[in-house]
């Protein structure tokens, strides 16, 4: 079995489950925060629709620098609807899907950094970015949602198990 093979049964349950908590983002609540040091519903939705994309830009290239010295800063339009959201991300989850499907193992050995203003903020075997900043952080970020929905009283969809809105796996 290949690591691309181990890896995308988790990266298709995730992502399915992500899908349903973005389809209960509230179009009237993208501004909403919890707290004011908070991210707002939208920025915070934004940011989920968007970590599926950091899959291809990971296998293809060697590193990625979110604040170049002397250039822009790593910035994506924040999304304006739900419906929005849902279609980036599945265009984001397709591409990663693709990506993760084409890369052998030789390529998820590879080393990739992650950089910040030209400064190294870490190198990791590209599998090893992928299940940390891919998959595990949009399960953090989706978990961030969940709290969201529920202190707006919005039903949680189930996760890993039933919730108090859905009874279902």
């Given at each position: 079995m290949t690591?691309?093979?181990?890896l995308?049964?988790?990266?298709?349950?995730?992502?399915?489950t992500t899908?349903?908590?973005?389809?209960r983002i509230?179009?009237g609540?993208?501004?909403?925060?919890?707290?004011e040091?908070?991210?707002?519903?939208?920025d915070?939705?934004?940011?989920l629709?968007?970590?599926?994309s950091?899959?291809?830009?990971?296998?293809?290239?060697?590193?990625?620098d979110?604040?170049?010295p002397?250039?822009?800063a790593?910035h994506?339009p924040?999304?304006?609807?739900?419906k929005?959201?849902?279609e980036m991300?599945?265009?984001?989850?397709?591409?990663a899907?693709?990506?993760?499907?084409?890369?052998?193992d030789?390529?998820?050995?590879?080393?990739?950094?992650?950089l910040?203003?030209?400064?190294?903020?870490?190198?990791?075997?590209k599998a090893?970015?992928m299940?940390?900043?891919?998959l595990?952080?949009?399960?953090?970020?989706?978990g961030?949602?969940?709290?969201?929905?529920?202190?707006?009283d919005i039903?949680?969809p189930?996760i890993?198990?039933?919730t108090?809105?859905d009874?279902g796996?």
């Amino acid at each position: 079995m290949t690591i691309s093979e181990v890896l995308l049964p988790e990266f298709d349950q995730e992502m399915a489950t992500t899908r349903k908590v973005i389809e209960r983002i509230d179009d009237g609540a993208l501004d909403w925060k919890p707290h004011e040091k908070s991210m707002s519903m939208g920025d915070l939705a934004t940011h989920l629709v968007n970590i599926p994309s950091w899959t291809g830009m990971t296998i293809k290239t060697d590193s990625f620098d979110v604040s170049p010295p002397g250039g822009e800063a790593f910035h994506i339009p924040p999304v304006t609807s739900r419906k929005e959201a849902l279609e980036m991300f599945d265009k984001n989850v397709a591409e990663a899907r693709a990506a993760i499907a084409g890369a052998g193992d030789d390529v998820w050995v590879q080393p990739w950094s992650l950089l910040a203003g030209g400064q190294v903020a870490f190198t990791m075997p590209k599998a090893a970015v992928m299940r940390g900043f891919v998959l595990s952080h949009g399960i953090h970020h989706r978990g961030q949602m969940s709290v969201y929905l529920r202190l707006r009283d919005i039903p949680v969809p189930s996760i890993y198990g039933p919730t108090a809105d859905d009874s279902g796996m």
